[in-house]
């Protein structure tokens, strides 16, 4: 009951002080103010922080719940809560809110703090090799019930890396120099959206090298970047496949063995995820 009281005590000091018309500074502590107080007012503890105002916002051009104390109708700009929801506003989620601090200045709430949130999704496994036969696949680690899950609403940037090599090639006696090409279809789905990307890679066999000697796995790097608009919480799926078309002079035609195509050489294929913080 004491503390109860104390703590009473203290806060009607507070509010008084401020009320004064004076030039004095306060400074307010758990233990020995100090002497010289480094603002208006001068809070110190060696253990607690401020707990501001909280309030539940519904948008952040929305005032209420919070009000003008003096029953004038308009927040003064400058007030400053805590949001403790997260609400989506908007057509495209311009007007959320989430929780933390914010300040109004005078015709919404402004964020007061950064609004970061990005991820890097990658393939489970190096080398990915498709049969030819296949049809399109899906890549490890990226394929069928893939999803990113924001937590803002707005927009993100989306960043598909993708990379193609060629298997090894089939040797034509007649020739010192055998070449050919593998080529396919990376098809990345974003929200049931298809969006297919033209890939192809070499691979040679040189007779005249070390009694023969293949050269397969050169890496073709393909890449597509979107923006979309995503919902905070609301999963977003994506799907990465692979589809090889022309296979054509390669062992078994692509089909078995080191005629196979690959899919990750060196460096897996990915999706980027990053939130765009507007103004």
């Known amino acids: 009951m004491k503390n109860i009281i104390k703590n009473k005590n203290i806060l009607f000091a507070i509010f008084s002080l401020i009320a004064l018309t004076t030039m004095a500074q306060v400074s307010i502590s758990n233990s020995t ?4 107080p480094k603002g208006l007012i001068d809070l110190q503890n060696s253990t ?5 105002p909280r309030f539940a916002l519904t948008s952040n051009i929305i005032e209420a719940p919070v009000q003008n104390p003096d029953g ?3 927040l003064v700009a400058g007030t400053v809560i805590y949001n403790t929801t997260q609400v989506h506003a908007g057509t495209d989620g311009e007007n959320s809110v989430y929780p933390g601090i914010y300040a109004w200045n005078g015709s919404k709430w402004v964020t007061q703090f950064i609004r970061e949130d990005s991820e890097s999704l990658k393939q489970s496994s ?3 090799r498709p049969l030819y036969s296949d049809g399109f696949t899906d890549i490890p680690g990226l394929g069928n019930g893939s999803s990113f899950t924001p937590k803002y609403s707005g927009t993100y940037r989306i960043k598909a890396n993708v990379n193609f090599g060629a298997g090894e090639v089939s040797v034509d006696a007649s020739h010192i ?3 050919a090409t593998q080529e396919g279809y990376f098809r990345i789905i974003l929200d049931g959206t298809n969006y297919d990307i033209y890939t192809h890679a070499y691979s040679v066999y040189n007779d005249d090298i070390n009694s023969g000697t293949y050269f397969e796995q050169f890496r073709h790097d393909s890449s597509l970047i979107l923006y979309v608009e995503l919902v905070a919480g609301v999963p977003f799926s994506y799907r990465f496949q692979v589809n090889v078309i022309v296979s054509d002079n390669f062992v078994d035609s ?13 460096l897996p294929c990915t ?3 990053t939130y765009l913080e507007k103004n």
Do not use: D, K, W
């Open 254 to 266: 692509g089909n078995s063995g080191t005629g196979r195509a690959y899919v990750g050489i060196g």
């Open 72 to 74: 004038s109708g308009s």
């Open 33 to 36: 103010p100090t002497s010289t």
């Open 177 to 179: 120099t055998s070449m």
């Open 48 to 52: 607690a922080g401020i707990i501001y």
């Open 126 to 128: 190096l080398g990915f």
């Open 271 to 273: 999706i980027e995820f």
